[in-house]
């Protein structure tokens, strides 16, 4: 049987990430071993397909990590339809990006509140939820999340689909009382599954 | 802390899905407790939206469970956005669906192998991969996969993105060995993450 190891544990380079200012891989090609706040400074206009080689990296729509976010696990991209998922508005634009440091799948941990503010119901996870109702949790939405360990990723709908917020122990205190603090594009509380995010 | 147990714990009745001919749980309304071979049958012209109230089902675009294919774990599916994910080709189309009967989140095993036929580098998982090349496996593609138990969602792109694969310990023997078996919208070998799917 192939024994697989992780790219970390084969090398001890940095995370790494090349992007290409055309879809599938082609045209003018930068590679980046840190964040990068504004790819317009890089001499490219918009990021149109991609290869992660080590690490995991958060990309945003807009420069200065704003806008909508994209979890970035190791492997190729080659439109934006490929890191984007099924999201509300379709612009097709990534502007900056960084690594992701805290992600650490193994240790990851999070408590989820009913209600904003820390309040109602909690529940303590540490593994992935395709469903969430189908664990038990009553509706379609989470008040608050407090990242104890590693980094989560969140998505509106069930089956990792819809907006994607990135929540990290190392950002915030790890404490996101309101989905006004999951990030500019999330309009509404609704949360129906969630995963560790794979270093 | 809150306790939290599945709908499956909680009650003994069966699957349920109920559909909608309009976005937003709006319009005709029906509650199915098994498969349905073509939507049309019961006066409905469309699929657009859904709310999976108990165990999980895999929607099609056509009739008799043909084309594109959309795992739906419980919850609640708004549009065909939310269901879809990102793929190649935008249709808004889901004409069919059934249970997923061999599901099986905790006992799920399933061996991949390099090249067709089941023959080349394999490798026996029983987790979920967001990135198979994060955890070390050579390149974008999977020549071939035996189900042994449960049942499993592919993906074309890392995270969970792009064209969803179902695959089942207790349909085509659980063997799939080539991507021609996969589904008619499979154009490819690739796969760039995976997850067992949950009950």
């Not at 080689?53 to 990590?65: D, I, L, N, Q, T």
């Not at 209600?115 to 119901?121: L, M």
């Not at 379609?140 to 104890?148: A, D």
Request: charged residues 20%; proline residues 2%.
């Amino acid at each position: 049987m192939y024994k697989l190891r992780s790219c970390k544990q084969m090398h001890s380079h940095s995370d790494r990430i090349t992007i290409y200012d055309q879809e599938n891989f082609q045209g003018k090609r930068l590679e980046f071993t840190s964040a990068c706040q504004n790819i317009m400074e890089c001499g490219v206009n918009n990021i149109c397909s991609l290869k992660v080689e080590c690490g995991v990296w958060a990309g945003y729509e807009h420069s200065s990590f704003c806008g909508q976010q994209f979890v970035l696990e190791r492997g190729e991209y080659p439109h934006w339809e490929s890191w984007s998922g099924s999201n509300a508005y379709h612009i097709e634009r990534m502007m900056s990006f960084r690594p992701i440091c805290s992600a650490n799948h193994k240790e990851s941990k999070m408590v989820l509140f009913e209600k904003e503010n820390f309040i109602g119901r909690q529940w303590e996870i540490n593994d992935d939820y395709p469903s969430l109702q189908a664990m038990g949790w009553g509706n379609n939405e989470i008040g608050s999340m407090q990242v104890q360990s590693g980094a989560w990723v969140c998505y509106q709908f069930p089956g990792y689909r819809g907006y994607q917020y990135i929540m990290e122990c190392d950002r915030h205190g790890g404490e996101y009382k309101h989905y006004r603090e999951w990030g500019s594009h999330a309009q509404s509380f609704q949360v129906q599954s969630l995963r560790r995010i794979q270093q």
